[in-house]
T-cell receptor
Framework: SQKIEQNSEALNIQEGKTATLTCNYT??????LQWYRQDPGRGPVFLLL?????KEKRKERLKVTFDTTLKQSLFHITASQPADSATYLC??????????FGKGTSLLVTP | DAGVIQSPRHEVTEMGQEVTLRCKPI?????LFWYRQTMMRGLELLIY????????DSGMPEDRFSAKMPNASFSTLKIQPSEPRDSAVYFC???FGTGDEQYFGPGTRLTVT
C-alpha cells in the first residue's frame, strides 16, 4: 500500500541555521508533491508545489527538492527564525486524484 | 474572500448523539474535501467532492458517517450516532481542481464523551 513517511520526531534547531525536513514515500509514483505548514489549532496552509519533472523549487527562504529515483523530497528553510516553528506536512498527488498527506514533522526554532 | 468557513469551531456531545459539521468552500472552487486529524493517525481524507458530486468516500470510517454537498457553497458531514473514538479535529478544504493546492478551514474540534 502507499506509504508516506515523515520524521515523527521533532526537529530542534537554532535560529539562523538551515532546517531540513524529509518526506519519503513507497509504492507511489506521484506527479507532484506539495508542502504545507500547520500551526497549533489551525488548518494546514499551502507553501510550495513541485512537479515530478522539477528537481528543485524555491520561494524566498524555502527550497524543495524532489528525487523520484530516491522517492524522496527535502524541504529546506534557510536562515530559520522562531516564527518558522510549526508542523510541516508533505502531500503527494496525481492529476485527478486527491492528495495523500504525511503525518508531518514538528519544527522548533530556538533563539 | 473569507476563506473556507467551518462551523461550529468546537463541539462537545455525548455518545449516541447526532453531530453535524458544516463547511462553506471558497467561491469558485470545484473540489471539496473532508479530513479528520488525530495525533495517532495524522490527517486522514474522509471523502471528497468534485462539482458537488462525491468522488471517493473510501475514507469514511463506517456507516455512521455521511456527507452531502447540496450545492457549490455548502457541505455537511454528519455522524450518527457519535462515539468517543470519533473525537478529533475535522477539517474541510477546497481547491480549484482535485489535485490543486488546497485551502483549509479552521477546523471543528469534536469531543464525544
Amino acid at each position: 500500500s502507499q506509504k508516506i513517511e515523515q520524521n515523527s520526531e521533532a526537529l530542534n534547531i537554532q535560529e539562523g541555521k538551515t532546517a531540513t525536513l524529509t518526506c519519503n514515500y513507497t509504492n507511489y509514483s506521484p506527479a507532484y508533491l506539495q508542502w504545507y505548514r500547520q500551526d497549533p489549532g489551525r488548518g494546514p496552509v499551502f507553501l510550495l508545489l513541485i512537479r515530478e519533472n522539477e528537481k528543485e523549487k524555491r520561494k524566498e527562504r524555502l527550497k524543495v527538492t524532489f528525487d523520484t529515483t530516491l522517492k524522496q523530497s527535502l524541504f529546506h528553510i534557510t536562515a530559520s527564525q522562531p516564527a518558522d516553528s510549526a508542523t510541516y506536512l508533505c502531500a503527494l498527488g496525481n492529476s485527478g486524484y486527491a492528495l495523500n498527506f504525511g503525518k508531518g514533522t514538528s519544527l522548533l526554532v530556538t533563539p | 474572500d473569507a476563506g473556507v468557513i467551518q462551523s461550529p469551531r468546537h463541539e462537545v456531545t455525548e455518545m449516541g448523539q447526532e453531530v453535524t459539521l458544516r463547511c462553506k468552500p471558497i467561491s469558485g472552487h470545484n473540489s471539496l474535501f473532508w479530513y479528520r486529524q488525530t495525533m495517532m493517525r495524522g490527517l486522514e481524507l474522509l471523502i471528497y467532492f468534485n462539482n458537488n458530486v462525491p468522488i471517493d468516500d473510501s475514507g469514511m470510517p463506517e456507516d455512521r458517517f455521511s456527507a452531502k454537498m447540496p450545492n457549490a457553497s455548502f457541505s455537511t458531514l454528519k455522524i450518527q450516532p457519535s462515539e468517543p473514538r470519533d473525537s478529533a479535529v475535522y477539517f474541510c478544504a477546497s481547491s480549484f481542481g482535485t489535485g490543486d493546492e488546497q485551502y483549509f478551514g479552521p477546523g471543528t474540534r469534536l469531543t464525544v464523551t
